[in-house]
């Protein structure tokens, strides 16, 4: 965001095109991990069924929505200010 | 293989190739499942459902179980009873003891059901110790009315090996 104070103030498109592809980056990373970090958790190694039992289900479930409360979390706490811990 | 069926006739090899190359791509893309597939599926996933339809299941088996139990029970006055009497009394015996197994395997297969799908649910994990606890609870919940706490501890443990060895068994199988 340094480059901000060198640009003029009124925001072009290209500006917002960067803007929107670091967030579009963001996003896929973060559901890559998600998914890699729940299916390492929750799945076992050895398949016996091509669908997901209950236990699985149940655990996924608890798996995201952790996940997504900490990611949450942390941003804001990252995003407010820098509160020194 | 592939060179011999290239190397035949240049009318020809473009055909093969294509096959070939059909053949060795037939990996589909990935489908995600529509709403209505994962309602379907998600069905299964509900505790209530899956212990009906295993209390259903349960049933159904108990009644085929019973009609032929009961088949097999001869009356003490054979001698003296006519055809149609014999019949009879073997029809109501049949009708008798189905009725009773199909209610006794119908009320195992819901509490059996409906345990392992709590305790599945609340462990997160697919186990066979959700089958012995599942076990256990049912064989309790079955044996304390005729034997008391000394009756419950031991279906319990009885009925949880039980149900651990045909899982075993049905697993090796799949």
């Not at chain 1, 973060?30 to 669908?51: D, H, I």
């Not at chain 2, 990935?30 to 509900?46: A, C, H, S």
């Not at chain 2, 606890?133 to 005729?146: D, L, M, Q, Y």
Request: proline share 3%; charged share 20%; glycine share 10%.
């Amino acid at each position: 965001m340094a480059a901000n104070n060198n640009m003029p103030t009124a925001l072009d498109k290209e500006q917002i095109f960067g803007m929107a592809e670091k967030e579009m980056e963001y996003r896929v990373e973060l559901f890559n991990n998600l998914t890699q970090t729940c299916f390492a958790k929750c799945v076992e190694k050895r398949y016996k069924e091509s669908e997901l039992n209950m236990g699985e289900n149940s655990c996924i479930d608890r798996c995201v929505s952790k996940y997504w409360q900490v990611t949450n979390l942390v941003g804001q706490l990252l995003g407010s200010g820098r509160p020194p811990m | 293989m592939t060179e011999d069926s290239s190397n035949t006739s240049a009318a020809t090899a473009p055909a093969n190739n294509t096959n070939e190359a059909e053949k060795t791509s037939a990996i589909e893309p990935i489908r995600l499942p529509t709403i209505e597939e994962v309602r379907g599926q998600d069905i299964w996933n509900n505790c209530a459902v899956r212990s009906v339809a295993s209390g259903i299941m349960g049933g159904g088996l108990g009644l085929a179980m019973g009609l032929f139990l009961g088949a097999l029970d001869n009356p003490i006055q054979q001698d003296t009873m006519t055809g149609r009497q014999l019949f009879v009394y073997t029809a109501k015996q049949m009708g008798g003891r189905s009725w009773n197994s199909c209610k006794a395997f119908a009320v195992m297969g819901l509490v059996f059901s409906a345990a392992e799908c709590v305790v599945e649910k609340a462990r997160a994990k697919h186990d066979i110790t959700n089958t012995a606890i599942a076990g256990c609870v049912t064989g309790g919940a079955i044996s304390a009315k005729t034997g008391g706490p000394k009756g419950a501890c031991f279906g319990c443990a009885g009925f949880a090996a039980f149900s651990v060895v045909i899982e075993k068994f049905l697993d090796r199988h799949e």
